[in-house]
Antibody
Framework: QVQLQESGPGLVKPSQTLSLTCTVS??????????WSWIRQHPGKGLEWIGY???????YYNPSLKSRVTISVDTSKNQFSLMLSSVTAADTALYYC??????????WGQGTLVTVSS | EIVLTQSPATLSLSPGERATLSCRAS??????LAWYQQKPGQAPRLLIY???NRATGIPARFSGSGSGTDFTLTISSLEPEDFAVYYC?????????FGPGTKVDIK
């Protein structure tokens, strides 16, 4: 059973860069057929797919965030990461990492709350 | 971007009753739709993918139907653990998008 765990700062200052890492256990990020995603949920609101990466490095970013997002993978550590630059209060959200097959998220981390505030 | 709308926003039912949730897409998405369940303080859980296929470990009381623009999630007989928020998600077009959710609460 694959498990995912997000880690990173819970508080980021406006205009700075949000950085989160997702550690995958119980399965290899190298295994084909899966993409590795970041999805966020604003407090009390719906879900937004930020982007995803294949283990070979190909990435897909939501056009609404594309200019500020970078997703990368480190197969040696079985991790993938999210960087979101120039954050504002509107980026305050619960950030989830997830495994997706056929572009459906079938395994999720527990989520990590990131607050943007000075 | 494909917009998903869900109805009703809230569904108040009693345990044992049948729940019928609707998801409508702003354009045809073939059968590329999933349903997720989210309970307070938890991550969403995949229930149904490709409109009608149950994900691993999902009870048979959950079923999905539809294609094109109109989709339905049916819970045949509500169990106490089924009271939650349900989201639909399309994967026909990037960016993948979610509906706003339907909350199923206890009447």
């Amino acid at each position: 059973q694959v498990q995912l765990q997000e880690s990173g700062p819970g508080l980021v200052k406006p205009s700075q860069t949000l950085s989160l890492t997702c550690t995958v256990s119980g399965g290899s990020i190298n295994s084909g057929g899966y993409y590795w995603s970041w999805i966020r949920q604003h407090p009390g609101k719906g879900l937004e797919w930020i982007g995803y990466i294949y283990y070979r490095g190909s990435t897909y970013y939501n056009p609404s965030l594309k200019s500020r997002v970078t997703i990368s993978v480190d197969t040696s550590k079985n991790q993938f990461s999210l960087m979101l630059s120039s954050v504002t209060a509107a980026d305050t959200a619960l950030y989830y990492c997830a495994r997706s097959f056929s572009n459906y998220a079938d395994s999720w981390g527990q989520g990590t709350l990131v607050t943007v505030s000075s | 971007e494909i917009v998903l709308t869900q109805s009703p926003a809230t569904l108040s039912l009693s345990p044992g009753e049948r729940a019928t949730l609707s998801c409508r897409a702003s354009q045809s998405i073939s059968s590329y739709l999933a349903w997720y369940q989210q309970k307070p303080g938890q991550a969403p859980r995949l229930l149904i993918y490709d409109a009608s296929n149950r994900a691993t470990g999902i009870p048979a009381r959950f079923s999905g139907s539809g294609s094109g623009t109109d989709f339905t999630l049916t819970i045949s007989s509500l169990e106490p653990e089924d009271f939650a928020v349900y989201y639909c998600q399309q994967r026909d077009n990037w960016p993948f998008t979610f509906g706003p959710g339907t909350k199923v609460d206890i009447k």
